[in-house]
């Protein structure tokens, strides 16, 4: 294996890695960074895995290296050198005492064939040891779950059969792998989720944690195709119990009629899934109906018209006035109430006719000839 770093960031791993030599502990690189070097694809997130315990490497590096954070329960430390930061965390072993749950580390330091037990899928269980031979790093691909072949073939696979009922993001993150990289469940995979689906307990969960999820899958540009699936394949049901329809006509039309960027897609189709309201006040006429509208974030706007389809939220957006207060006094009217009815005025008229006016100018007539100067 040959991963191409920068200067300094080989150098951060030459020291991490003489300093675990030294100590006669094994590291390796873990997760997205080899699953990507084996897709000829370029990662450089780098988290490193400590056969043994991380925390107490991190205290024999040199004093060039900062300890920026540690994490006991978990036994992971956050270090920083020449602005670099990398995570390193000790191989650990864990269980889920109820579904959907937070994991609990049974124990640290245990052997990688043991560590690799608690990964998800085998396309995210393959290691690469780092290990420095005449100051030179040298990476060695470590395969303990068959994770290669399944990569080549496109095939997201869990390690055992309990696997999505222990933690069932991974339906999730499966999602996300394969629209990002073409992969696809495993037939026994589909079987798994199919019997998860069919008897969901929410009751431990942690939802905080399934809702980060929700949200992390949803905040890339496969986006659509990816709701499109927590929909149809009802998956939504991972983190709620009730029923949730979408209409995809009226959401592709709100789509084409406000425009959203990536995030605010995300945002929306969040608040889709957790059925999230928007209050509205009782308006006693246009005026106070488009504040409210104008008030709007383009989600909160994008959501409403959704829900309600209100084609005055699409309109009432684009209705702007050029006239302003201080273009009244300077024509001479009163400052005052009659500055704020003279506008709220003009702004009915342009509800009335969005084509009433056609520049500032139009404007100072038709205030001229409706509100003469006292």
Request: with cysteine; charged share 30%.
């Amino acid at each position: 294996m040959k991963f191409n770093f920068s200067k300094e960031t080989e150098e951060f791993l030459k020291i991490i890695t003489k300093t675990a030599q030294t100590n006669n502990v094994r590291v390796f690189f873990v997760g997205g960074i080899v699953r990507d070097y084996c897709l000829n694809m370029v990662n450089n997130d780098i988290d490193i895995i400590v056969e043994g315990n991380a925390i107490e490497l991190s205290k024999k590096f040199p004093s060039d290296i900062t300890i920026k954070s540690v994490h006991g329960d978990f036994g992971t430390v956050k270090i920083e050198y020449k602005g670099i930061n990398i995570d390193i965390a000790s191989t650990r072993t864990e269980k889920y005492p109820y579904s959907g749950c937070l994991p609990e580390i049974i124990e640290l330091g245990v052997d990688i064939e043991r560590d690799v037990k608690r990964r998800d899928f085998t396309v995210n269980s393959l290691y690469s040891e780092i290990t420095l031979i005449d100051n030179k790093l040298n990476y060695k691909l470590i395969d303990l779950t068959d994770g290669v072949s399944d990569i080549k073939n496109k095939i997201l696979r869990v390690l055992h059969k309990k696997s999505y009922r222990d933690d069932p993001t991974r339906i999730l993150r499966g999602l996300n792998f394969k629209y990002r990289f073409g992969f696809d469940f495993s037939d026994i995979d589909k079987i798994l989720i199919s019997e998860y689906m069919k008897s969901i307990n929410l009751e431990n969960a942690s939802k905080d944690r399934i809702k980060e999820v929700f949200q992390i899958i949803l905040s890339n540009k496969y986006q659509d195709e990816i709701f499109r699936e927590i929909i149809d394949n009802e998956y939504y049901k991972i983190i709620s119990n009730s029923d949730l329809s979408v209409d995809f006509t009226l959401l592709n039309k709100t789509l084409a009629n406000i425009n959203l960027n990536i995030e605010e897609k995300s945002c929306l189709y969040l608040d889709i899934l957790f059925s999230k309201e928007i209050l509205l006040p009782e308006f006693k006429d246009k005026i106070s109906k488009y504040k409210f509208y104008s008030n709007l974030n383009s989600v909160q706007k994008a959501l409403l018209f959704y829900k309600t389809q209100d084609s005055d939220i699409i309109l009432y957006t684009n209705i702007k006035i050029n006239l302003k207060g201080k273009d009244l006094i300077n024509l001479n009217y009163k400052e005052g109430k009659t500055i704020g009815e003279i506008l709220d005025a003009i702004l009915t008229a342009k509800l009335d006719n969005p084509s009433a006016f056609s520049d500032l100018s139009d404007e100072i007539n038709w205030v001229e000839n409706r509100f003469p100067k006292k």
